[in-house]
Nanobody
């Protein structure tokens, strides 16, 4: 019922910036929390940042002060502004969108690669 389209990944030098976007389409479905996870090869998937419909934000300590998550006025698109990128930020970034009807459902985007290297 919900499809997520991610964009904005790419290659960047340390200290550079990227902006990821994730657009959710779900018709009349009400989308709750949305956010970003990332996973590097050989590592566990970890939360980067999440945002509720009301705009409450939770983010990982490792990205605080460098990354910012925001949500558009229609609350169906989120963005991740990434600044001061470090090599350890290299990972596949996955967007998620949560829906609660009769049960909880979490939808995932296809992932977008972010590579930080000199």
């Amino acid at each position: 019922q919900v499809q997520l389209v991610e964009s904005g990944g790419g290659f960047v030098q340390p200290g550079g910036s990227l902006r990821l976007s994730c657009a959710a389409s779900g018709g009349t479905v009400i989308i709750g929390d949305m956010g970003w996870y990332r996973q590097a090869p050989g590592k566990q998937r970890e939360l980067v940042a999440s945002i509720t419909r009301g705009g409450s934000i939770n983010s990982a300590d490792s990205v605080k002060g460098r990354f910012a998550i925001n949500r558009d006025n229609g609350e169906n698109t989120i963005y991740l502004e990434m600044n001061s990128l470090k090599p350890e930020d290299t990972a596949v970034y996955y967007c998620h969108a949560d829906v609660v009807t009769t049960d909880f459902l979490r939808y995932w985007g296809q992932g977008t690669q972010v590579t930080v290297s000199s």
